[in-house]
């Protein structure tokens, strides 16, 4: 087995499952055989005015409604195919899992606040809570919790459909973005608590919030065609009021605004987009700095997650050599630079705070996990056995910046991932690494036909969703950082809320105060009741 180039000035890279020859296997991160796993989705169609919402809960109703009128026209534009790696996150490892199955024991979590009443509908939008329809807790077996409430949505919009990307949890607040609105329901009852519209399609968010309970979120320059994702609002999710709101300037002719991501640390969010970045204050909307015009290595993007910002930079050599930078938020100044070898990219962000970073070569298939020092140097190579590392990345495409993978979670020295869903087993399982020398500690197995999906540290504790089956509800786990059996904190209920939980496509996961949250992120808007938001406790 040969080893992984080293960049200059890098120690080596220890020997064992660093690097990947070899066409990769089939799981999450390379498309099924046929696709192109580097072709750029299509362009966001135009924003049509008709908007139209009927969320079903107890005492829920839907954000501001426009005036209905025909949508005429739909676009499904196809750009170019990208040069760069996708938003993949694998790396294949030796041997097999072992098969054994987790055993759930009593909830020890302290139950949430509140008495939260329950929607009674079965997903699918079919009434607003009406005495006929089908209680959601009727098929609850012994031990399983409840259903709080569910919201569903009811859109016109775009053959291809419509954001609802954002979800964030404040106090006594879950806020949830959708096309063009941001509207905060109670966690206990799903009550509607405000709705603050926007003038067009919400095309970015950020996926953090300050101590204060506010957030980023970006919208398109108006309705039509040829818009553009340049507006930069700050919204306080307490209140749903707006703080302030700027359009961001253009760095130059090539900088393309389809879809930027934001990215938040302290009094700075980053706005990232193809090949370009600017930062701004989140108190008053000043601009701190962007990428710097000229040769040399110079940021592409940026990432920040505990109390750390990185930037991705490309050089301008005939390699177009990548690199991986410490930044400092408030200036954008450089601290260190780590060299990735030669035709390498970095391809998933697992963590900005210690940097572990999945890095690989397009034309040989090598990939490698490495772990960066507080002074970017090399410090480990992950290494470990059984399915292929399953990290779900978001996806990206030519014009979105790569994010920190929302399913990889890091507490203390350690690193959690899932694993790819085994050939013919259905199931997966989650491997806890040690960042200093790289080795598989443990891995929980979520279960025949059962797959995990982490969500958290919390409290020396790892905390994982196992997804919902057709006929059994889904399960909020927690897990000892030493490893051993899971302990079930919630078991979602059987019966009719078993096949809507399990229907969320990509969700939107979270788990804060005895509460989980589910949500979808995209919806179809063809005028039809869909599944917005679910809320699970005791």
Not at 195 to 217: D, H, K, M, N, W
């Amino acid at each position: 087995m040969t080893e992984l180039p080293q960049p200059p000035n890098q120690p080596p890279t220890p020997s064992g499952y660093g690097h990947l020859p070899g066409p990769p296997q089939q799981g999450y991160g390379f498309p099924p055989q046929g696709e192109n796993p580097y072709a750029q989705q299509p362009a966001y169609p135009p924003q049509p005015p008709t908007v139209r919402q009927q969320p079903v809960g107890p005492g829920g109703s839907g954000p501001g409604k426009a005036p209905k009128k025909k949508l005429t026209l739909l676009i499904a534009a196809a750009v170019a195919a990208a040069l760069v790696l996708g938003g993949v996150g694998y790396v294949a490892f030796s041997g097999e899992d072992k098969e054994s199955k987790p055993v759930a024991q009593e909830p020890a979590d302290a139950k949430p606040s509140g008495s939260p009443s329950v929607d009674k509908g079965d997903g699918n939008g079919n009434g607003n809570g009406d005495s006929g329809q089908v209680d959601l807790n009727s098929g609850r077996k012994q031990g399983e919790d409840k259903v709080l409430w569910l919201k569903t949505a009811k859109i016109e919009g775009p053959g291809m459909g419509v954001e609802a990307a954002g979800q964030w949890i404040v106090g006594d607040t879950v806020v949830k973005s959708l096309w063009r609105n941001l509207t905060g329901y109670a966690v206990t009852d799903g009550k509607e608590k405000w709705t603050l519209p926007f003038p067009a399609q919400i095309c970015s968010v950020a996926p953090q919030t300050t101590a204060e309970g506010r957030t980023v979120v970006m919208y398109r320059d108006g309705d039509g065609e040829n818009t553009s994702c340049t507006e930069l609002r700050v919204v306080d999710l307490k209140t749903g009021k707006e703080i302030w709101s700027k359009t961001v300037p253009s760095e130059g002719v090539f900088d393309i605004f389809t879809s930027p991501t934001l990215s938040m640390l302290g009094d700075t969010v980053t706005v990232s987009r193809s090949g370009t970045a600017s930062a701004f204050k989140i108190s008053n909307g000043d601009k701190l700095f962007a990428t710097p015009p000229g040769d040399g290595c110079n940021p592409d993007s940026y990432e920040a997650g505990n109390g750390r910002m990185i930037a991705l930079a490309t050089c301008s050599d005939e390699d177009s050599t990548a690199e991986v930078h410490g930044i400092d938020p408030v200036t954008g100044a450089q601290g260190w630079a780590y060299r990735l070898p030669a035709k390498f990219k970095v391809t998933s962000i697992y963590s900005v705070n210690p940097t572990v970073i999945d890095i690989g070569d397009e034309q040989t298939k090598q990939r490698s996990i490495v772990v960066l020092g507080p002074d970017g140097k090399q410090t480990a190579t992950l290494a470990g056995e059984g399915a292929g590392i399953a990290a779900d990345c978001g996806g990206t495409s030519l014009f979105r910046s790569l994010v920190t993978c929302p399913s990889a979670v890091v507490d203390a020295n350690t690193l959690y991932l899932p694993t790819a869903v085994a050939t013919g087993k259905k199931t997966n399982a989650i491997v806890a690494f040690d960042l200093t020398t790289g080795k598989e500690k443990w891995r929980v197995p979520a279960g025949d036909k059962r797959t995990l999906t982490l969500l958290k540290a919390l409290d020396g504790r790892i905390i994982a969703y196992r997804k919902a089956e057709e006929e059994q509800g889904g399960e909020v786990l927690s897990v000892e950082a030493t490893g051993g059996t899971p302990t079930a904190l919630l078991r979602h209920p059987s019966g009719p809320a078993a096949p809507i939980e399990r229907t969320f496509t990509l969700p939107k996961l979270d788990y804060v105060d005895g509460r989980f949250f589910i949500s979808s992120t995209r919806l179809r808007a063809q005028g039809q009741d869909e599944k917005l938001l679910m809320v699970f406790g005791k």
